[in-house]
């Protein structure tokens, strides 16, 4: 779906430039491939294109990468893959872009660099706003520090002249801390033709895009330029930049969740994964880890150092401290799952309780019933793995193994410290134990022969 207030043409196509090697990744990863809070940096961005309406993508491969971005980016539609054969330049990549692909009925072009993970709808839209006004609009940033950046040079009434590359930079030119983002706009797929007169006169040979600035001015072309957020634009080009994009990404979603009316203590401290749904009245303290495909009801409160993924919580439910869910389990409403509890692939029922030390796995446990301190679902032989079914409003008693495949019956009592490996009827205890037998005296004489 997309949002209300998309303002991208329909007919207008994105092309993201993903040909280069990554060498300053040093690994053996693309590094557009490289993820950021459980996903690639690439499909941030399709998802991002996707929801500010854009229909159609191009993306510019390498003859590595290309079957890997494809693998990754299946889910996505409408998407044209292109192989730009040698790294000489951005402009011999939007070139390649666009001679080997089909472009009828197109308006627009928008280029977007694979390694700008963290772009947001409202920066597309505001670019898009702008470009109605400018025949070619780039998007810039201001930076402390531009060392690196190519420096946007404006005369005094901030028209776009051109974009000088680091290297190629006088002492002037490097003062200024206006940067280019490498995000552009073409309002007229026709205006693109520019892009083929581009020499690479520079100290790297290369076919700078960039330079399609000066040359639109040189044709009496309008370029624009719209100033975003540093951060909504940062390249990640190495795994520290990895981080502190992911970093940011992180504060967003806290953010977004909190002004919805989740409760997060120490935010700073905690991940939530960005598809997690979470209802109304929910707290989260400190240090808790939510991972992909969790759905958080209304009421439920995650204690601190928690560790789930994969779950359905129900509303009102209380998970740790320290407990730790994996996937494909339900966690039903006004159950307990308590410190240092691991539960995997089962079914807890409302009102359950398991509050201390203990693993559930591959069970449905019924309503009401009550897990002891110590149990252990045996569900592994070795080569397979079997299911546990406990009633409701059944006590296991602590420090049991409850060896699968197993059924215990509705209001049954299992005696603390048994290992149960037969079905237990209704109403039943289940006591297996072995018989205390105390030696009188024992001790003294232990003692004695010391």
Known sequence: ??????????????????????????????KILNTILGKTMIAHIMDVLNRTGFERSIIVCNSENIDLI?????????????IQREQIGSADAINTALNETTLNN???????????????????QSLSKKLDKSDLMIVSFHADDPFGYGRVIQDEDKNVLKIVEELDANDDQRKIKTCFSGIMAFKNIKDTKLLNEIK?????????????????NENNLKVGNVLLEYNNLRGVNNYAQLSSAEIILQKRIMKNFMEEGVSISLPDTSYIYPDTNIGVNVKIEANVHIGENV???DGVTIKSFSYIEGVDIKENVVI??????RPTSVIEMDSKVGNFVEIKNSHLSSGVKVNHLTYIGDSEIGEFTNVGA????????????????????????????????????????????????????????????VKQDNKLDWAKKIKKKK
Do not use: W
């Open 1 to 30: 779906m997309i949002d209300s207030g998309t303002m991208i043409d329909s007919n207008s196509v994105a092309v993201i430039l993903c040909a280069g090697k990554g060498t300053r990744m040093k690994s053996d990863c693309p």
């Open 70 to 82: 494809k693998t990754d980016l299946k889910k996505y539609n409408n998407i044209d893959y292109v």
């Open 106 to 124: 197109i308006s627009s072009i928008f280029v977007f660099l694979g390694d700008t993970p963290l772009i947001t709808k409202d920066d597309i």
């Open 200 to 216: 690479n006169n520079n100290k790297k040979k290369e076919f700078y895009y960039t330079d399609v600035i000066k040359l639109a």
């Open 295 to 297: 759905i958080i009801g």
């Open 320 to 325: 740790g401290p320290f407990a730790r869910i």
């Open 374 to 433: 110590g149990t252990i679902t045996c569900n592994f032989d070795g080569e397979e793995k079997y299911q546990t079914k406990i009633g409701k409003n059944v006590f296991i008693g602590s420090n049991s193994s409850l060896v699968a495949p197993l059924k215990i019956n509705d209001e049954s009592y299992i005696a603390s410290g048994s290992v149960i490996n037969k079905d237990v009827p209704e109403g039943a205890l289940a006591i297996s134990r």
